[in-house]
């Protein structure tokens, strides 16, 4: 065998070892671009809600009742936490999180939501809605407290 025919022979090899490498970069790629995508596409939103004191029981109990609703019949549901401020128990924030803003959208039109947004209608003083990003997740796994 000649060094001509060796030497093509390497460049062959190393031509297919190329494509190949291009082939498992650009999958990456597209996986990465596809999980990233699907991140994006949730919607994120904090509701930052004040409560008539005198009426946060109430609050509370509408409140829990329409996320327990939401998250057992609406797929596009994610999650929702809602805390209260320690240092002003009437300050209330949930975080809302939607597979996308269709979903939002479909959620706000169940009779469950409507129902809760006609209870709370006089209990509620302020209410400022957020819209956010998410910029990374980290989590325990298999930690049911926090579902995002």
Same mark, same amino acid.
Do not use: W
């Given at each position: 065998?000649?060094?001509?025919?060796?030497?093509?022979?390497?460049?062959?090899?190393?031509?297919?070892?190329?494509?190949? /490498?291009?082939?498992?970069?650009? *999958?990456? *790629?597209? *996986?990465?671009?596809?999980?990233?995508?699907?991140?994006?596409?949730?919607?994120?939103?904090?509701?930052?809600?004040?409560?008539?004191?005198?009426?946060?029981?109430?609050?509370?109990?509408?409140?829990?009742?329409?996320?327990?609703?939401?998250?057992?019949?609406?797929? /596009?549901?994610?999650?929702?936490?809602?805390?209260?401020?320690?240092?002003?128990?009437?300050?209330?924030?949930?975080?809302?999180?939607?597979?996308?803003?269709?979903?939002?959208?479909?959620?706000?039109?169940?009779?469950?939501?409507?129902?809760?947004?006609?209870?709370?209608?006089?209990?509620?003083?302020?209410?400022?809605?957020?819209?956010?990003?998410?910029? =990374?997740?980290?989590?325990?796994?298999?930690? =049911?407290?926090?579902? *995002?």
């Amino acid at each position: 065998m000649t060094i001509c025919n060796q030497i093509s022979k390497l460049q062959l090899r190393f031509t297919k070892v190329l494509r190949f /490498g291009v082939f498992i970069l650009l *999958l990456f *790629l597209t *996986l990465s671009t596809s999980a990233l995508a699907q991140e994006r596409e949730h919607m994120v939103r904090f509701a930052k809600i004040k409560v008539d004191p005198l009426q946060l029981v109430e609050y509370t109990t509408a409140l829990k009742e329409q996320m327990e609703t939401a998250i057992q019949v609406e797929e /596009g549901v994610l999650s929702y936490h809602a805390v209260a401020d320690k240092s002003d128990p009437n300050t209330i924030t949930i975080l809302e999180i939607y597979a996308d803003s269709a979903a939002y959208q479909r959620h706000i039109l169940t009779p469950h939501f409507l129902r809760y947004k006609e209870t709370v209608k006089d209990m509620v003083k302020s209410l400022e809605l957020v819209d956010l990003d998410i910029i =990374g997740i980290a989590k325990k796994p298999d930690h =049911g407290v926090y579902p *995002l």
